[in-house]
């Protein structure tokens, strides 16, 4: 669905982007993540068809945004850190505007806003001027904005950002829908992380404009994290794990044993029975999500 390649952008003497190059498949929830300065909004505003790079090539749905910019824009929607609302219009003012702005007809914008509005839960807020809104309902009419023609790609910097954790929690739940009914592909941007968890698939990594890591983070390898404490001493869990089939790896971590598991379910369910049956008292057990976080976190050690 997005496909860049060795793009860069130069301030002056300083290469914001550089090389940057990857792919990332329709119907993927991206997580865009890295330290400040890593080129993530200038990243962001390129593939918007905002501004212009250095060199290189974007495509989006197939279409070079460096060429047809206005055309991509039908198929994009881009919310910014530092988004804009016309205060002295109400919600459904706003909506219809901007579904105006798209091209949209008349009649299918004054329904679409609607649609909008209650999928964003702002049917309440209808016909409320948008000065009045709390932070979270502000956030989430930008978003209706970006979104109010169904683009096939979603570019959200920071969209979290000042929220309430109630608030958070319904834009992740609010993310997932748009992505499985309204089969958008999503790119995400955010510092924190653990909320990335709860709806990312995909993970790509920035630091000092270059694309460090990208990859999926349903799973590594197909492999699991199982994570086993016993009061029998962590000794005598390594030594039995390492002799089921399906255990790549058994190493302590933080009091316990962190086995890397790459078998079958029937597999971990006799590294279990093995543990037991040599009589090891096994006091907790359960397979660990390596997920954004945690994937972020092994990238930026190496």
């Not at 130069?10 to 300065?37: H, M, R």
């Not at 505003?45 to 974007?58: E, F, N, Q």
């Amino acid at each position: 669905m997005i496909v860049v390649e060795n793009l860069v952008y130069e301030y002056w003497d300083t290469k914001a982007l550089d090389q940057v190059s990857f792919k990332i498949a329709a119907g993927a929830i991206t997580a865009l993540v890295g330290p400040n300065g890593a080129g993530k909004t200038t990243l962001f505003k390129c593939v918007a068809g905002l501004t212009k790079p250095s060199c290189g090539s974007i495509a989006v749905g197939g279409i070079n945004v460096l060429e047809e910019p206005r055309r991509c824009h039908e198929l994009m929607g881009f919310l910014s850190d530092f988004f804009g609302l016309y205060d002295a219009l109400t919600v459904q003012q706003s909506l219809e505007y901007f579904a105006l702005a798209q091209n949209l007809d008349r009649r299918v914008a004054k329904e679409r806003a609607a649609e909008v509005a209650e999928l964003l839960n702002l049917s309440e807020k209808f016909r409320s001027r948008a000065a009045s809104l709390s932070r979270g309902m502000r956030q989430r009419l930008a978003i209706g904005q970006a979104m109010i023609h169904y683009p096939k790609v979603l570019l959200l910097d920071e969209p979290a950002s000042g929220l309430d954790p109630e608030a958070r929690i319904a834009l992740a739940e609010l993310f997932l829908r748009l992505n499985a009914e309204k089969k958008m592909t999503l790119v995400v941007s955010s510092h924190i992380l653990a909320e990335l968890d709860q709806y990312a698939n995909d993970m790509l990594v920035l630091r000092d404009g270059r694309v460090v890591e990208h990859r999926s983070v349903t799973s590594k390898n197909g492999s699991r994290k199982v994570i086993i404490r016993s009061a029998s001493g962590r000794e005598r869990i390594a030594e039995f794990a390492g002799q089921v089939n399906g255990v790549t790896e058994a190493r302590e971590e933080q009091g316990a044993v962190c086995v890397q598991f790459s078998g079958t379910d029937d597999d971990l369910a006799m590294l279990l029975k093995e543990l037991v049956q040599h009589g090891v008292a096994v006091t907790e057990f359960f397979c660990k999500k390596e997920g954004v976080q945690e994937q972020y976190l092994e990238t930026v050690r190496m």
